[in-house]
């Protein structure tokens, strides 16, 4: 009996700390600041080393309004108008993916930091370790009942029948 509530224990908290590292350690790929000037309609892009389902983040202080695109492949995976301080994420769905900064009708003095997250072992990590918790949990209830069956008491240790 003592057996099973170590072993409950030990995957509970192995389980706990997979979670942990699922949701707050996220590896950096790419990171680059840019202080640029804008034309008025003017379009600058930029590629950025992103693959399918990594996290772009994109934030900055522009003195007009531009729009940001995210565009992986041929497809626009976030579209946003944005004027002054901006913090704008989205998650690329394919490889070779752009940031676009698209100028309005006026000039536009930007700076932007972009930055790329990879979160593809993300959803793997969290749903083992949630796997392990549900198996210790499911020990700890086996070891709990175990323990107030009438059937045993414990006596020095050991487990002996009444």
Same mark, same amino acid.
């Given at each position: 009996?003592?057996?099973?509530?170590?072993?409950?224990?030990?995957?509970?908290?192995?389980?706990?700390?997979?979670?942990?590292?699922?949701? =707050?350690?996220?590896?950096?790929?790419?990171?680059?600041?840019?202080?640029?000037?804008?034309?008025?309609?003017?379009? =600058?892009?930029?590629?950025?080393?992103?693959?399918?389902?990594?996290?772009?983040?994109?934030?900055?202080?522009?003195?007009?309004?531009?729009?940001?695109?995210?565009?992986?492949?041929?497809?626009?995976?976030?579209?946003?108008?944005?004027?002054?301080?901006?913090?704008?994420?989205?998650?690329?769905?394919?490889?070779?993916?752009? =940031?676009?900064?698209?100028?309005?009708?006026?000039?536009?003095?930007?700076?932007?930091?972009?930055?790329?997250?990879?979160?593809?072992?993300?959803?793997?990590?969290?749903?083992?370790?949630?796997?392990?918790?549900?198996?210790? =949990?499911?020990?700890?209830?086996?070891?709990?009942?175990?323990?107030?069956?009438?059937?045993?008491?414990?006596?020095?240790?050991?487990?002996?029948?009444?």
């Amino acid at each position: 009996m003592r057996k099973v509530l170590v072993l409950s224990i030990i995957f509970i908290l192995v389980g706990l700390i997979g979670i942990a590292l699922g949701t =707050i350690y996220v590896p950096l790929i790419y990171q680059q600041s840019h202080s640029l000037t804008i034309g008025d309609k003017d379009v =600058i892009s930029y590629k950025l080393p992103a693959s399918s389902g990594d996290e772009v983040i994109a934030k900055g202080f522009t003195s007009n309004p531009i729009t940001i695109l995210l565009i992986s492949g041929i497809k626009v995976d976030g579209e946003w108008e944005v004027n002054g301080t901006f913090s704008v994420s989205s998650i690329a769905k394919f490889s070779h993916t752009y =940031i676009t900064l698209e100028g309005g009708n006026f000039p536009v003095n930007a700076t932007f930091t972009v930055v790329v997250y990879n979160t593809s072992f993300r959803l793997p990590l969290i749903s083992f370790s949630l796997f392990i918790e549900i198996i210790g =949990i499911i020990l700890l209830g086996y070891n709990i009942a175990l323990a107030r069956s009438k059937g045993y008491r414990s006596r020095k240790g050991k487990n002996k029948r009444l």
